[in-house]
């Protein structure tokens, strides 16, 4: 009889240790969603940027980089050399209550969101002096990229709003919305986009992470985690106004990423391994 009762505790035991186990694996699952694998990368090399920089936007467009910058009285829309950082054309906003958030060049024509203005300023590629015209956007612009057939948006939620210009009418024509979420559910604080390989890579505001996220789904299947690189990198150069990391940069010919933050004194071109 005792060694019958002490097989049953052994079994019970464990019993419970598998229990617990198998609990610990799926701590952060709470759907169906694969967790994002690791995306690794290599430092090609690491370049200078304006401190003084606040970057909400980063695209390479033909062999040039183009910089949007927000806070208020120092938005603006650069063009500038990413091996010097130095900034060969500047826009600054004139108005004072402008906040300048993400930008793209869609169809010879660039792209400039505002945070709380609900404004978006289109631009002539050839001539950044000025905006060429101001469409309505009703909520709040954070990131914005395209996939060559229509303009991408983030809010700053979890939402993603595929849109057209409408430029009869002023406004955005929605297409289509996505709900971006990983294996822990659905993920807000969605900021600076850039289309890359049929993929949207998206920096998450208040992290120094960037989310490779499905296009057809919104499931974020990668994560590339760049926790640390500034301090390693330019420790030195760190401010106490220096900001979260923003900006992502893809150049198709050398294949290269470039990376930034706000007021950031440097900026990384990196390659994806893969």
Request: charged letters at 20%.
């Amino acid at each position: 009889m005792l060694k019958r009762i002490l097989t049953m505790v052994l079994l019970s035991m464990l019993a419970a240790c598998n229990t617990e186990d198998s609990s610990n694996d799926n701590t952060n699952q709470v759907n169906a969603i694969p967790a994002p694998q690791p995306i690794t990368y290599t430092i090609d090399a690491v370049l200078p940027h304006d401190s003084g920089a606040f970057t909400q936007g980063l695209q390479f467009y033909n062999g040039k980089l183009y910089e949007g910058t927000g806070q208020l009285k120092e938005s603006s829309l650069r063009i500038v050399d990413p091996t010097t950082g130095k900034v060969e054309k500047k826009y600054l906003i004139p108005d004072p209550t402008i906040f300048g958030e993400g930008i793209t060049i869609f169809k010879n024509k660039i792209y400039q969101l505002t945070w709380e203005n609900h404004k978006i300023f289109v631009y002539d590629l050839n001539n950044i002096s000025k905006p060429v015209k101001t469409l309505d956007w009703p909520y709040a612009g954070w990131g914005i990229t395209n996939d060559g057939n229509s303009l991408i948006i983030s809010d700053g939620s979890d939402t993603l709003y595929y849109v057209l210009p409408d430029e009869t009418n002023n406004t955005m024509r929605q297409l289509k919305i996505i709900t971006v979420a990983d294996n822990t559910g659905t993920l807000d604080s969605i900021n600076e986009l850039e289309y890359i390989d049929g993929h949207i890579y998206a920096n998450r505001w208040q992290t120094d992470h960037i989310l490779k996220i499905d296009t057809a789904s919104g499931h974020v299947v990668g994560r590339m985690d760049l926790t640390g690189i500034l301090t390693q990198y330019a420790a030195k150069d760190i401010k106490a106004d220096t900001d979260y990391l923003n900006g992502i940069a893809y150049d198709s010919t050398s294949k290269k990423l470039y990376i930034t933050g706000k007021r950031w004194p440097k900026m990384f071109a990196i390659r994806l391994n893969q």
